[in-house]
């Protein structure tokens, strides 16, 4: 069965996962590469259904530690956004500031955050929240800071106040970058758990990879890294989904060229 250009774009990403897989299998079996170097697919699959119910204890508190530190971001990026891309002056005061600090490694602020809130739950969401906000908060200053000069001028003499541009029509011309942000940073956000986890944590899945790469473990360690994976996929793909449901008016549709 011959499959159209819609059906290709849907099955590509899993044909090319595939594809990498049976790769990655042949050449641990073609080579012999030790599982305790480099576990195969299969030793990989043995070791996260041994292991399934742990990898899921561990997954849960990771998922929901990011989606707090995530929640946050989206908080603070969205008002610091809207601040900075209202207001020259803000922008120009904060945005270099703000630059400055996200390349700050955030690695480096754990065993601060550790000192502050103590192992556990607190540097794990502080560290998701400060590696993922900085994306939300560029973009939506962006889709504000570029608001036409003429729409705006037109929509003055029309009657509307500053207020009511910003409300009414840089927010919404916004959401494109608002939502591209929001896939950029939930990605970033289980980076930042993940990290934290591995230093100050007794849970969730950076732990497991610590005490998975101690005890030689390496098919679990790869199974751990696989579903970080497959939850920022998860998480990608829902997004895109809200994106095409509330913004299809800001992308060209298939059938156009």
């Not at 400060?130 to 729409?151: D, H, K, Q, R, Y």
Request: proline content about 4%.
């Amino acid at each position: 069965m011959k499959l159209d250009k819609k059906q290709m774009e849907r099955w590509s990403p899993w044909l090319l996962l595939v594809v990498v897989l049976a790769l990655w299998q042949i050449v641990c079996s073609a080579f012999n590469v030790s599982e305790f170097i480099f576990p195969s697919p299969a030793r990989i699959a043995a070791q996260f259904m041994e292991f399934k119910l742990i990898i899921a204890g561990h997954a849960w508190r990771t998922f929901w530690v990011t989606m707090v530190g995530f929640g946050i971001a989206i908080v603070v990026g969205v008002l610091l956004g809207f601040v900075i891309g209202s207001s020259r002056l803000a922008y120009a005061a904060v945005y270099p500031l703000m630059t400055a600090f996200n390349a700050l490694p955030k690695a480096a602020f754990v065993p601060i955050l550790v000192v502050w809130f103590g192992i556990g739950v607190g540097p794990a969401v502080l560290t998701a929240f400060l590696i993922s906000f900085f994306p939300i908060m560029v973009n939506i200053a962006t889709g504000l800071a570029t608001l036409e000069p003429e729409l705006e001028d037109v929509l003055r003499v029309l009657g509307a106040k500053r207020w009511d541009v910003l409300m009414k029509v840089g927010l919404p011309r916004s959401l494109p970058y608002f939502y591209g942000s929001l896939k950029v940073a939930i990605t970033l956000a289980f980076v930042g758990t993940t990290v934290s986890e591995m230093t100050a944590a007794n849970e969730g899945i950076g732990y497991l990879l610590i005490s998975a790469g101690s005890s030689m473990q390496m098919g679990l360690a790869f199974a751990g890294l696989l579903v970080v994976g497959a939850m920022a996929m998860a998480m990608y793909e829902l997004f895109s989904v809200i994106e095409k449901r509330t913004t299809g008016w800001a992308h060209r549709s298939a059938g156009q060229s």
